[in-house]
């Protein structure tokens, strides 16, 4: 890693080009500019703005973006005597595999990672309350929630601090007007979804609980929203690789009643999951196979089903769907060089549900598969540290996601 800015002059760097309101030079780019994502598209492809962008510098220190071939990524690890791999030694030199070299990088890639956060987050590309920056409402709560989990990973106050900036309590309180208002219908399912993660964090970080009730008004509603679904919209949303991912949705519900021992919450949950997720027709119409073929979403939406049922059931109940849904072999190789900024995500939010299967199963092939993703993305920061409107303004903090799982096994 090249030598970083000490984080309080990063973050009030950042601050003085980026806070000054609606009004300033620097506000960034607006959702009326042709920024935003449409109601049905994705991420923006807008042209780049360099002022906006933030580029950070790759694990070889020369600020270029590097190429991973990703069939030769990961090192071959030393198998156990149960047959699998332990991951922590390369099985013919006996030197140190892909995990450890994960385990010594992982948080060097986070401060990487939180530039580009820390940029679009203090940002006013809208007008909403608190969550103003990163061109919407949702990419301004993950880019927060993304601030958060780096101050509990690294220890660094200043990741804090910026979150602390947009979530006063008088923006946090408009907030909860809006929510109440329903002033953000196009963020259910995929936005109210990632504020439940928000406000987890923010309890688990900080221990503040001041977006609890804006949370319960998110859950409330996402519940309802999830119950009213009809059979077709049931089937279209569990196949969804964009924003209508019903996995994404029930998976956060559930974390938000664990959280919370919710206990009427769970059992909704866990009914969606054994009557919609759990149906085998799921298991034929969307194979984790079909990941590789289908390497053009936004989301993985067969690894999502997993990371949500994963989460959800029992754990005998777990393994034995486990034991038919999983291929005997599966080619799942990371993205490189994205083709459009839609995609860009794609090696997280795959990472995600890699990292679930891994957690799940105790098979070092699926932690390797996550390794490769997440390590094949960080080193490519042309598609999460530049252009602010196709990618600085969300990728890094998917990538972020990804990399507080391994912290938390």
Known sequence: MSPRLPLALL????????????????????????????????????????????????????????????TTASTTDATTTDGTTDGTTDGTTGEPGPWDDFLDAREGYLHDLAVPILACVAKYDTPNPAFHGCIDWHSAVHGTYAL???????????????????????????????LMAVKHPEEIPYGYSWFLTLAREREDSTG????????????????????????????????????????WAAY??????????DDGLAAEIDAFAHDVLLDPGFDGACPLSQEEIDADDFFPPCLHRALALTAILPADERDAWL???????????????????????????????????????????????????????????????????????????FGVLAIALSYDE
């Open 148 to 178: 958060l989990a780096l101050y509990r990973l690294t220890g660094e106050t200043g990741y804090r601090d910026a979150a602390d900036a947009v979530l006063g309590a008088g923006a946090v309180a408009e907030e909860l007007q809006n």
């Open 252 to 261: 956060n519900l559930w974390r938000w009643a664990e959280h919370t021992g």
């Open 208 to 247: 503040l609980v001041d977006l609890a009730p804006l949370a319960d008004e998110v859950a409330g509603q996402l519940r309802n929203w999830l119950a009213a679904r009809t059979p077709n919209q049931l089937q279209s949303g569990v196949l969804a690789d964009d924003y209508q991912s019903l996995s």
């Open 323 to 397: 034991a038919g849904f999983l291929p005997p072999t599966l080619t799942l190789t990371p993205i490189v060089a994205p083709g459009n900024a839609h995609i860009a995500g794609l090696n997280f939010s795959r990472a995600w549900g890699l990292w679930a299967l891994w957690r799940a199963t105790g098979d070092a092939e699926w932690r390797d598969r996550y390794v490769d993703h997440v390590v094949t993305h960080v080193e490519q920061p042309a598609y999460w540290a530049e252009s602010y409107n196709q990618y600085s303004h969300w990728v890094a903090q």
């Open 11 to 70: 973050v009030a760097a950042i601050a003085a080009v980026s806070c000054r309101g609606p009004e300033g030079d620097d506000a960034g780019a607006s959702a009326t500019d042709g920024a935003s994502e449409s109601s049905t598209g994705g991420e923006s492809e807008g042209s780049e703005s360099d002022a906006a962008s933030a580029t950070a510098s790759t694990s070889d220190g020369t600020g270029t973006a590097t190429t991973t071939d990703a």
